[in-house]
């Protein structure tokens, strides 16, 4: 037997006595990670800056070293979340819908837990966390590909939470890691049926698309975030501006940030040029339309596909629109499916965009920055799925079961 199916083997074997817990008996197992992360934090820190030192050497991107990069604000952020997922009730055995037939067949639909989780990701350690936390509170147990970038990160949270494990009701065997950076470990988990029930990849375009074009086990795709910011002509300026520079420069590396700025015409002249300057000011580079650069002469023309770019990094495409509907159209052709927002103080005009924007988040009056599990109170989450079936958006605990029937009778049989 392989290494990975080796480890897959020993998740699913842990999974039947995880499924059969209480969420007191999960929660003791939260709790004990949470407890030995704080413990661990410097040796955590060490092997991090192990990291960070190999990405700075070969060039990593800032943004992407902003995502690798661990503190211990950061580590406490883990805490944090794990300590809301315990606060969260526990879907496992929750009755979704009871019904009772003609023939009194009474028909429960229940909550039950996934099985094994396979996630695959890049320089982001924190979903290491976020994936054992989310996945053992919900039934089930992992099986954890980080990115190479981040082995030094992972391998030491990886034995920070077995240490965690130890002694609780959740078995170590629960949360498994390939310690491996071999790419053919990540060919192997995407077919690796009867063992995985399900994969969940979080990165860039290139390793989501790997993923869904390659695996046969069943995959949600979490997203590539190219979102919109679009300023309407009743637009309170100042809020307008908080928003776009929340939106673009809270993070640059993170999918929820903004991409591209939608301007109408009316309100452009006025609002743009201070707004753009606040950008430049704050090290973001614009790609504008041809009506940007004659607003703001000696910005960058935006090419083509800087429409269709998640920069990820400080840049910001901005095109100025003729209206709402030129903005929605917009958004329909290079939007992701991600976050979406409008701000404006007219409320049909907020109510059109709401409705005729197809992504897993839409706002009014608010940043993008808030497609996120913590921030819409799910605690940590497994990652934000811009696709349509079974979960969307931010996904927590309920995103992370499935269900069966339950059938009680009384000695019916079919005729």
Known sequence: MSYVK????????????????????????????????????????????????????????????????LTPARIGDM??????????????????????????????????????????????????????????KAGSSVLLRGGSSALNSNRALVQTIKKGLSGTPIPEEAVQFVDTDERGAVDEMLRLNGFLDLIIPRGGAGLIRRVVETATVPVIETGVGNCHLYVDQDARGTMALDILLNAKCQRYGVCNAAETLLVHRAIAPSWL????????????????????????????????????TEFLAPILAVKVVEDLNEAILHIQKYGTGHSE???????????????????????????????????????????????????????????????????????????
Not at 33 to 61: H, P, S, V, W, Y
Not at 276 to 297: F, H, S, W, Y
Not at 341 to 370: Q, W
């Open 6 to 69: 080796e480890l897959a083997l020993k998740a699913k074997e842990a999974a039947k006595t995880l499924s059969l817990l209480s969420s007191e008996e999960k929660n003791q197992g939260l709790l004990g990670i949470a407890r030995q992360l704080l413990m661990d934090a410097e040796d955590i820190l060490r092997a991090n800056e192990m990291d960070l030192t190999k990405g700075e050497q070969e060039g990593m991107q800032p943004s992407l070293l902003d995502r690798l990069a």
């Open 341 to 415: 927002s409008i701000i404006t103080d007219n409320v049909g005009a907020a109510e059109e965009f709401l409705k005729r924007v197809d992504a897993a988040a839409v706002y009014h009056n608010a940043s993008t920055r808030f497609t996120d599990g913590f921030q819409f109170g799910f605690g940590a989450e497994i990652g934000i799925s811009t696709q349509k079936l079974h979960a969307r958006g931010p996904m927590g605990l309920a995103e992370l079961t499935s269900y069966k029937y339950v059938i009680r009778g009384t000695g019916q049989i079919r005729l």
């Open 273 to 308: 040029p201070g707004a753009i300057k606040e950008l430049a000011d704050r090290g973001v580079e614009v790609r504008g339309c041809p009506a940007t650069v004659q607003l703001v002469p000696g910005i960058k023309p935006a090419e083509e596909s800087d429409w269709a």
């Open 79 to 136: 805490v944090e979340g794990i300590r809301q997922v315990m606060d969260l009730d526990d879907p496992v055995g929750r009755v979704m819908e009871s019904r009772v037939l003609p023939n009194g067949l009474a028909i429960d639909k229940v909550r039950v837990p996934m099985g094994v989780l396979g996630m695959i990701y890049e320089a982001r350690p924190n979903v290491t966390v976020d994936a054992c936390a989310l996945g053992l």
